[in-house]
């Protein structure tokens, strides 16, 4: 178990409608100890009652990686499939789900939009588990868990000691905000987080704002209109700083400009369209905001005119696949996550990747010149001796490819072919599980964030989200679109479009270039 409070986690979900097989297995495995079964639940394991002994003595050990399979590669197509099927164990003593593998059906996260209730006895692709844990209508994290932070006033940095002083304050303002909604409903798993645009309010936004003006002038002034495209607003913070400092600044360009902001979820877009739009009619901005409520992933018009695409901290929680490589052939295999009929998780490995996976690898390829990161050593010697180890694994450690992010990269280039990109996201993250690219897999409880070591979560109670490799993101959007970029740290980005005076403390300190020293910004040039 990855901690006690966890324990504590899953016996609230057990309370939780939406949890009933949760609640059901608590209650007929009794012979099995709460932390034992959390353990189970944990590794995305149900344990059968002839078994559950045996699991309970191992659940608290730490269990090699393994996995297995009854065929030699390279076998002639026409053998049975459970020949072709690689499922993965994380325990010593795992369950054989083969038979259900080839009878459960495979579904994506798009099929899966209109369910109410979290799927059962199917089996999908890595990339849509995590896609329907985050973004599903009815029980996805995004669409019913997160609460965005707002500091109330601005901080009046200039009067500030230091950056610990900062930091005080923030951690002041996030309890009393807390304190304030617990006052109106009590909620132990309220998933609360900050965006730099809240914390450094006004002068992040006018920073981007800047940029933006900048560029416009120099590009498409006065030719075109400046439009600017916004995925994943938020609170609509941002927008609002950015229309407020054009219209101060620039009252020429403001005339001609348009915010357009893309929110796949639901409640955040009906949030925009009530409180949003109402500061933005508030400040004299309503003509100037279009809010749309649907995912990039499903754009279908065209937009021929110059325009900016803002991304800011959204590829986090694009979807992955996962994909492990046979360390004697190197030959890539790529995960299927099998529900079965409690809800409980278990991962299968082909040797076939699905077209999206397969092109992402050429792409890749291509794109750098096949110069990028494996989750295996280069040495053939040094893996063929580890291999001879006992219990040792067959399979490498885990990659998780960004699938989801190169189909961004195909809409603006099919969709908004004069588009120029601002993003900024993590190259880095602490507490990543392991794995080459993975995530961090976290959710929030009495205040406090619970890490844990597998994506194979209960949907929609857990933040999945990835550090970008920009190096290689860069390479593969510019394969993709043809346009040139530029890759730069936070610090560098803000040391060029930010007042650097107004977010600085007494001591000289400043909160802005040092906070988000894991982060780094992409811009088409």
Known sequence: MDSPIVTQLFRQLFRHPACQSRRNLATTTTTTTTNSLAAHLHHGRRARHSQQRQHQQLSSQQRRTMATRDTVRGQKPGQKNNEANWQQRTEMFSLDMSEEYKKYPTVTAHDLRARRERPKRVKMLMRDFIEDSLYNPHYGYFSKQVVIFSPGEPFNFNAIPDEPSFYAQVGQRYTEFENALDAKEHDDTRQLWHTPTELFRPYYGESIARYLMSNYIMSTYPYHDLIIYEMGAGRGTLMLNILDYIRDMEPSIYDRTKYKIIEISPSLAALQNSQMMADAATRGHASKVEIINKSIFDW??????????????????????????????????????????????????????????????????????????????????????????????????????????????????????????????????????????????????????????????????????????????????????????????????????????????????????????????????
Request: hydrophobic share 40%.
């Open 300 to 525: 279908d018009a065209r937009v021929p005119s110059p325009c900016f695409f803002l991304a800011m901290e959204v590829f986090d929680n694009f979807a992955h696949d996962i994909v492990r490589y046979d360390l004697a052939t190197e030959e890539p295999l790529q995960g299927t996550v099998l529900i079965d009929e409690l809800g409980d998780f278990y991962e299968f490995y082909e040797p076939v990747l699905d077209p999206v996976a397969a092109r992402y690898m050429r792409v890749r390829h291509a794109a750098t010149g096949g110069r990028y990161p494996a989750p295996y050593s280069s040495s053939r010697t040094l893996r063929a001796l580890k291999r001879r180890l006992p219990f040792a694994a067959n399979l490498s450690e885990p990659e998780y490819i960004p699938t989801r992010l190169m189909q961004f990269f195909d809409i603006l280039e099919k969709y908004f072919p004069a588009h120029r990109l601002l993003t900024s996201d993590f190259h880095t993250l602490p507490e990543a599980i392991k794995g080459l690219n993975s995530p961090v897999v976290q959710t929030r409880y009495q205040r406090r964030m619970v890490p844990v070591s597998t994506p194979l979560v209960h949907q929609g109670y857990f933040d999945i989200l990835f550090p970008t490799d920009f190096r290689i993101m860069e390479a593969v959007y510019g394969a993709i679109t043809g346009r040139l970029t530029r890759v730069m740290s936070h610090e560098a980005f803000m040391c060029s479009w930010a007042f650097l005076a107004d977010t600085q403390t007494r001591s000289g300190e400043n909160p802005l270039l040092s906070w988000y020293k894991n982060a780094s910004m992409m811009v088409s040039v």
